[in-house]
C-alpha cells in the first residue's frame, strides 16, 4: 500500500513540472503552431517624459497610450546605452555593446559616423531575427538602421540588414541628420570643418610662399619633394572635403533590400512611404508568422514634419514630429486591426535611449520627465530610461503598470522564446525572458545587476536587491554637464565619456533609486547600507568584467572613417543621385 502510495506520488511529481507547462502554453493562444507575429516599434531620441502615457499632457500621442490602455506599460524599462549605435546593436543582439565592439573607445567616435565605414555590427553577432527567420518567420524592417553597411567593397552588404536576419528592409541604412534637409544647419563635425577650413588656407599660402622662394633659390629642396609633398597634403584635404561637400548625398538615402531608391532622400514624403511599406508588408504576411520591426527616423533631428502635422503641437517643430510619429503607429496599428491580426500579434513600443537635452533646431528640448540627464549623458537615468510597452490582447493583461527594473535587451530573449527558437549557446546574452513578469505569472524581474555605459567606461550599476525590493544605483563616473539643458555638455554635442569631460566618484555615489528616481542624493558613505550595498556591487563588477573578451572596435579610428571605396552609390561615384520612386 505503501508503496504503491509511493509510487503513484513519484508519478504525479514527475507529472506535474509537464502539467504546468501545459497550462502556461494553453494561456497562449493557438496561432501559427503558438508562434505570435511581432511588431516592434522604436522611436530615436524619444524622451520617456515625452508621451502622454507617461504623463506628457501637452503632447498628444493617442496612439501610443492606445497602446498601454491594451497592455503592459513597463515604467523601469532601460536601454542599454546612451546613444543609437550601440543602443540598437544591444536591442538586436541581446547583449551588452561591449561584447560586439559597438560602443566606442576614448578618443574615437561614440557611433557609427557615415553610412560608408568599415565598421558595423559584426557578421558573427546573430540577431533575433535571424533567429526568427529560421524558425520560418518573415522578418522586416522598415526605417532606421545605423548599424553599417560594407565591410570591404561597395557592395559586399556585410552589416546590411538583409545579411542580419532580415528579410525585407526599406529605410536609411545611416541615421536622420540636420544634412539631410538642405535649409538646415549642418551638425557634423562643425568644429573640426572650420580648423580644416582655416589649414588648407594656411597650407595653400605656404605652398605659393614656398614655390616663390624655390624660384628665387632661397629654398634648398628640390622641386620633386616640393611636388610630392604637396600632392599629399592635397589629397589630405581633397579627402576631407569631398567627405563634407556632399553628406547628404553619402548619408541620407534610402535603400529597398539592395537597391537604393533615392539618394538623397526627401523627407518631406519619407514618413508616408515608411508608414505604406509597414501597412503593405503586414498584408504581404498576414499569414504569418511575421516580425516587422518599425525603426523610425523620427524624432531625430532635423525633426522635419510633413506639411499636415507642422505648427500643430505645442512645442514647435519638436512636438509636431513627435504628434506625427504618433499618426504613423496609428496607421500601423489600423493595418493590425483590419487585417484581423490583433489578437495574435504582440506589439511592443520603445525609444533607442533619452531624449537629446540640447534640443537644437527649437526652443523645445527634449525633456526626460523626472530623471535627470539625456541622450549620450553617460549612466543617469535620464540617458537611458525610456518607455516601454507590451501588448497582446488575451494574453499579456491589458491597462496594467508594471514598475519592475527591465532592459529594452530583453527583447531578444522575449521574442525567440515565443518565436520557438533557442538562444545561442556559445555566448553570453544578457537579455531575459519577459514573458512570465508580462503575464503576471512572476511579480519580480528576472534581473538582479544591469551595467550602464558610455563608450567603453563603466559608468553606472544598478542593483534591484529583491529581499527588499530596493534598486539601487552606483555611480562610478558622470559627464560634466549642465542639467538645465541647452548646452548641456558645455556647447559640444555630445558629452564625453571618459578623461577630462568626466567627474570620477571614489568613492562612489549611492542612490536608493526607488526612493529617490531623479537621483539627487547620494547616501551618506559612513551610515547606513552604503559600504554593504556597494561591496555588493563591486563583487557583481568584478563577475562582470571576468565575462567579458577584448573584440574589434567597429568604432574606432579607420573603421569609422569616410571611406569612398564603401559608399553605397546610386549612380557612378561620385555621381551618386536617382530618384526611381
Ligand atoms: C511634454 O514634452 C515636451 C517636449 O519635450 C516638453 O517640452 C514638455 O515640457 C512636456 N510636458 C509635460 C507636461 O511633461
Ligand atoms: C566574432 O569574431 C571576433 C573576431 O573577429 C571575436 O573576437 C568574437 O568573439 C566573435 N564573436 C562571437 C559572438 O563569436
Redesign the pocket.
Known sequence: MGRLCRELCEKTMALFPAVLLLLWASTIPETHGNKPNFVLFMADDLGIGEVGCYGNNTLRTPNIDRLAREGVRLTHHIAAASLCTPSRAAFLTGRYPIR?GMTGHEGGYLVLMWSAVSGGL?T??TTFAKILQEQGYTTGIIGKWHLGVNCRSKNDFCYHPLNHGFDYFYGLTYTLINDCEESMPSEIHVPFRAKLQFYAQLFAMTLLTAMVSKRMGLLPVSWKVLVIFACFVVLYFTYWFAAYAFLRYWNCFLMRDFEITEQPMDLETTAGKMVNEAKSFISRNKEGPFLLFVSFLHIHSPHSTTEKFRGKSKHERYGDNIEEMDWMIGEILGAIDQEGLVNNTLTYFTSDHGAHLEGMNSKSQGFNGIYRGGKGIGGLEGAIRVPGIFRWPGVFPANTIIDEPTSLMDIYTTVIKLGGGKLPE??IIDGKDLVPLMQGLDSVSPHDFMFHYCTDQLHTVRWYQKSNHTVWKVHYMSPKFTPEGAGACYGTKFCSCSGNGVILHDPPLLYNLSGDPSEKNPLPHDVGPYQEVVQEIEQAVAMHKISL????QQLYKFNNMWDPRLQPCCGTFPLCWCQKE
Open positions: 560586439s559584426p558573427n553577432e556559445d555566448r573578451h577584448p573584440v574589434p
